[in-house]
């Protein structure tokens, strides 16, 4: 880094804005599952949209490639610089504007999800983004990954909860785009690039985002089932019966035997079902209970569902929950592994599911596969576990890792449904996605970020 | 035109691919209110995104400019050419597949938008968006303009309907983004760039749409309030009863008594409002009816109502949609009129109604506002009436339409919310957008069409 620009930054922003101490840098520059380890010769903590531009400006005119980070919660690698400067969004804190009436609030990059879920609690409204990082995961980052989660199948995917975004160019002018207008038809939706974008179109400092009437009534079960093909007809009956089904979450029985015999203090709600199925569905007009009850009732008897239990308590809608989100943790003592985040048509999973296997068992006999998730939206996480008593040289991760994206790009399907690219996929990304769509994303790319100084070990370049 | 490029356009399309005689080319050249006269050296017709795909390569190794058109329904003058090679898309007319499961269905661009709801309904679906020229209008146009509607505020526009776009490029590549998955974070998410893009980064041939559960039930209302300040109480208090919110419109009281007047065989369900809400919400489970006449009753009780006709019948519902739907026509017979399509942040619509009100009669005494639309998504369309005898040289066409913008923009607002830029709005773009904002889309429309062929005169070059 050159010397005079790090003077300059130091002096634009304070002894509190920035560090270079290898004990305070180092919590920056290591991913949460210990996967990726960066280096940076300067953290930049900016408090304000104005300090990031100029950060921005001063880090253009010296040519210097930046690395964004909101949280540190990303699977894919894309926060961890290598190199680079690295910007940290967390003292961005502010809580701009809450309003119930547009249903609007605005927020600014660093204000970590569970913030802006309580902010909207408190003036009677929803925020319905929910996953398991929620309480680490900024605005930034969840916009800059597309961020989806539980709720996906009723509100959408972040892209779909954004109204307005501001961001700081690369060459460091501050992007306007933080209106909180439900229509707006003047032109490209610019704010569209920068979602999803994995800082390298430049910096979200700031966003407007929709919020929602709070449900007034929940439902949530569990039903086991005997197969995929057979919870297809089971998640079609209840969005008619309903018309608000909000999660409909798959676990094979695997990744719950190993979750149960990982994690303490679990239980199994429905044991011996081949497969469950969560279900969550949310209204506010009475009638959703009896409606769902009577869906479930009706797949029972069509052989959708082997059984189900209803959750009639909060502490049981909580304990579903605590099981879902316990399986990754649940499978990470198995050994080493090949977890991939893979979506295919709704209507493909079973398929998906079955060619996956079988191409994983030809390659590594034995492999354990642990297959659930956002089975409402198409999106499986699956993971390949190497075989018990196996080494880990007799364990193709490469190959296992390819066969399973092949399966999924085989059903029109994607090799990352909500983790993203960063560096973890990019070499499949550059194999399985459309040569065209390539060129036409570095074309974008060199005309915002000619100079390419942002995230540019990211994505494309 | 150029000879050679005539010749081979013809041989590529075949007889049944083009035509050049006047009285052919003719009804695609005026617009349908008659407010834009064109004209062109060559009507392609093609009948397949192949086809498209070889005029656009040859339009592009002669540089020449091509506008690409619909069902011709457009508001801006987008559709209609200027010497250009004038491309329909009316010939791309298949339903390529529709899926329940997957809750999605492909077709190609020139589907009309009342064959894609009944192709929804026979599968069991619904697909949501809906306008008045729905007859007409095709799938590329709606998409082109990211057209809204009624149904905005339960099921957004159209850009949160697309699941993925096959389209064009303007050097004749095809960009296969056709897919119908529910989440895929492979990259910047590049079917954006052609939603509301006005056919100026390529032609948009086919589309994957989200479908929807057929609602059970609809609850259809019609209410009488005392001022727009009274209106903003009831739709919160309906988004919180309901959550099913499906359409919030707004109608002046002079809007209704001059349609009343020109259009016959229509009734005001409430006579004497001082402005009409016509309201509509839908659910799958029982419970809503009850739920909105509770927050009805609630809202006369608390004065955000003064009286409420609940559509008890089709013919009913029918009658309170007729109304709404003849106001632009019932506007027209009453002279010269400057028409404008804005949207403001919800809770800003009262004070936008007030102070585009006070600025048009400060620049046209006995000035007649028409004001109605869609005030759940804050998108008013604002129309200012010539007073009653006065000469058209009188009527100060340019300021007024400009002082209904300024006071958009001063609270927050767009010059255009649902209708587009096209060539009507030009000059209030360049005047009101943030000149970043029309830089960025600059940048992107180089990189994306560096010879400017498409759609050249339109919203940006």
């Not at 642990?370 to 576990?385: E, Y």
Request: charged share 20%; proline share 5%.
């Amino acid at each position: 880094m050159n010397a005079s620009l790090h003077d300059k930054l130091a002096a634009l922003l304070g002894p509190n804005g920035y560090r270079v101490e290898p004990q305070d840098v180092a919590p920056h520059l290591v991913e949460w599952r210990g996967r990726y380890q960066g280096w940076t010769p300067f953290l930049a903590l900016p408090s304000s949209t104005r300090e990031v531009a100029a950060v921005v400006t001063l880090c253009a005119e010296h040519k210097t490639a930046i690395t964004t980070q909101g949280g540190n919660t990303g699977l894919v690698g894309a926060q961890i610089p290598q190199g680079e400067i690295l910007l940290s969004t967390t003292r961005l804190k502010s809580v701009r504007s809450c309003d119930p009436v547009d249903d609007a609030i605005v927020v600014e990059a660093g204000v970590v999800l569970s913030q802006v879920q309580a902010a909207a609690q408190e003036a009677d409204r929803l925020f319905p983004l929910s996953l398991a990082s929620e309480g680490s995961a900024t605005i930034g980052g969840l916009i800059s990954t597309n961020a989806g989660g539980v709720h996906v199948a009723r509100y959408g995917m972040m892209r779909d909860l954004v109204l307005g975004i501001e961001a700081v160019l690369p060459d460091g002018r501050v992007f306007d785009g933080l209106k909180t207008l439900r229509k707006d038809n003047t032109g490209y939706d610019l704010k569209q690039l920068f979602i999803g974008a994995e800082g390298t179109l430049g910096i979200v400092t700031a966003a407007s985002l929709k919020l929602y009437p709070r449900p007034s009534s929940r439902f949530t079960a569990m039903a086991s089932i005997a197969s995929p093909e057979r919870a297809l007809p089971l998640l079609h009956r209840l969005k008619n019966a309903t018309g608000a089904v909000a999660a409909f979450e798959f676990m094979n029985r695997i990744s719950i035997d190993l979750t149960l015999k990982n994690v303490a203090d679990l239980r199994d709600p429905l044991p011996g079902g081949a497969a469950l199925a969560l279900i969550e569905c949310e209204a506010s007009t009475a009638g959703l209970r009896d409606a769902a009850l009577a869906a479930l009732a009706a797949a029972i008897e069509a052989g959708e569902a082997q059984d189900v239990v209803v959750a009639e308590t909060e502490a049981q809608t909580h304990g579903f929950w605590r099981l879902r989100e316990s399986l990754s943790a649940g499978h990470r003592p198995e050994g080493a592994q090949v977890n991939c985040d893979i979506s295919v048509p709704v209507s493909q999973t079973p398929a998906f599911l079955k060619q996956a296997q079988i191409a994983c068992e030809r390659l590594h006999p034995g492999v354990r596969i642990v297959a659930f998730g956002h089975m409402g939206d198409g999106n499986i996480h699956f993971s390949a576990l190497i075989a018990p008593g196996a080494s880990a040289e007799a364990f193709p991760r490469a190959a296992i890792n390819e066969a399973i994206h092949e399966a999924a790009v085989s059903l029109g399907g994607s090799i990352s449904a909500e983790h993203g690219i960063g560096i973890a996929r990019l070499a499949d990304f550059k194999r399985f996605k459309d040569p065209i769509a390539i060129e036409m994303m570095r074309a974008i790319k060199h005309a915002i970020d000619p100079n390419q100084i942002m995230n540019p070990r990211v994505l494309i370049s």
